[in-house]
């Protein structure tokens, strides 16, 4: 599902509802649009009003569809690192490496592995940021363990952050190739916060 009001930024939720802490990446989503529907409400411009939403499957030919031209693509996802479940980490590609190894994604391909691919295809975003949450169960099952659900504001409060800092771009810069900006916390670009 895609909720397109012309936007030059993409929030794209990966994850299965079906597979419990899988679906991290939808939870974030419904919640931000959520607050997106409450913005449009607003009659002053907002930077929630340029933002493109995709409830994703985690496909890497997919997720270079879905953020392809974008100026800024934010990805929410559980990602298996062997972090204490709940656990949120940022990463910027460009800035540093994005997880690629097996068993990084709770999918068959990462986000990683999408995009060395769109690097090859010339497809990638002008840039992209990646919200992880590291899952406790990729089992069956439609709920989320505490501990992960505990963690969806952490994760929503760093989707919002890179909203906030993604420079405004005219469409013509959006499609030029990627320059990192200055990082999203510091001079490190990841944010680890562990649960309580």
């Known amino acids: 599902m895609v909720i397109e009001p012309d936007g030059d930024v993409v929030v794209i939720g990966v994850g299965n509802r079906y597979r419990s802490d899988d ?45 392809r031209g974008a ?16 656990t949120v980490r940022l990463f910027e590609a460009g ?31 002008g840039r992209l ?3 992880g949450v590291e899952p406790a169960v990729l089992d069956d099952g439609t709920e989320l363990t505490p501990l992960v659900s505990a963690a969806v504001p952490c994760a929503l409060r760093l989707v919002r952050t890179a909203l906030a800092l993604a420079p405004t771009l005219t469409t013509a810069q959006a ?21 309580p």
């Open 175 to 195: 499609h030029q190739p990627a320059v990192p900006g200055p990082p999203l916390n510091g001079p490190t670009t990841r944010e680890v916060i562990q649960p």
């Open 129 to 131: 940021v990646v919200v």
């Open 23 to 67: 679906g991290i990446g939808h939870r974030v989503l419904d919640e931000l649009a959520a607050e997106l529907l409450v913005a449009e409400s607003h009659p002053q411009p907002s930077r929630l009003t340029r933002v493109r939403l995709c409830w994703s499957d985690g496909e890497a030919a997919r997720l270079i569809e879905e953020w």
């Open 95 to 125: 800035v540093e490496d994005l997880p690629v190894r097996p068993g990084t994604s709770s999918h068959a391909t990462g986000v990683g592995e999408a995009w060395a691919l769109a690097g090859a295809l010339d497809a990638r975003p």
């Open 71 to 86: 100026e800024l693509a934010v990805v929410v996802d559980a990602v298996v690192a062997g972090d204490e479940p709940g």
